[in-house]
């Protein structure tokens, strides 16, 4: 099973509610990503995670708080977000990390189909 | 910040022609990869070129890169409708991130 399914596959919310979305992969891979990509333009990483623990964030605002349960799964929650973070948010997984602990351009990343994020 | 330039930033071509993208980066690289993205959702891995290799191909998919120049190059041969999407260059100079994509668009 070479999929990455996220959920929901679209979602609206308030500036004062709190939704989370959901990743997950069975692939056995060990890291995990979150990316964020406005309309016309390329996926903008926001978090990595490798064997479960947070490794990078790339000085994503507090109101995105991301959260790995186990190998398989990656939950972002949101909480207090803005109208300039509705976004197509991604979520995209790999054999691992670089040595170096960073990204790796050796890995093929795996993408799910994505969420696509509406902030009223 | 963003590293990665891509152009053209769109690129309609008949069904049958030869589509090339190009992309640009700035600092000494590892590997570069390239990905699709088909409107709205995510993207997938189509091809991964070393450093020290030049060319490399996979079906329809020819890819070069140019150290040197610091650049590479994507060439669709004999496009086809289901071609039509946004091509991003993915590689790691100081960070890992995506070039900045070409939309391209088949017309059958």
């Known amino acids: 099973d070479t999929e990455v399914t996220q959920t929901p596959k679209h979602l609206v919310m308030g500036m004062t509610n709190k939704k989370s979305l959901k990743c997950e992969q069975h692939?056995?891979?060990?890291?995990m990503y979150w990316y964020k990509q406005k309309a016309k333009k390329p996926p903008e990483l926001m978090f990595v995670y490798s064997y479960e623990k947070l490794s990078i964030n790339e000085s994503v605002p507090s109101r995105f708080s991301p959260e790995c349960p186990n190998s398989s799964l990656l939950n972002l929650h949101l909480h207090a977000l803005q109208p300039e973070d509705s976004a197509l948010y991604l979520c995209?997984?790999?054999?691992?990390?670089?040595?170096?602990?960073?990204?790796?351009?050796?890995?093929?990343?795996?993408f799910g189909p994505g969420t696509r994020l509406t902030v009223l | 910040s963003q590293q990665g330039e891509e152009d053209p930033q769109a690129l309609s071509i008949q069904e049958g022609e030869n589509a090339t993208m190009n992309c640009s980066y700035k600092t000494s690289i590892n590997n570069l990869q390239w990905y699709r993205q088909n409107s709205g959702r995510g993207l997938v891995h189509l091809i991964l070129i070393r450093s020290n290799e030049r060319e490399k191909h996979s079906g329809r998919l020819r890819v070069t890169l140019d150290t040197s120049k610091k650049s590479s190059s994507l060439l669709i041969t004999a496009s086809r409708a289901a071609d039509t999407a946004s091509y991003f260059c993915a590689t790691d100079g100081n960070q890992f991130y995506f070039g900045t994509g070409t939309s391209l668009t088949v017309i059958p």
């Open positions: 692939m056995g891979h060990r890291a």
């Open positions: 995209a997984s790999s054999q691992d990390l670089a040595a170096s602990g960073r990204v790796s351009s050796y890995n093929e990343q795996f």
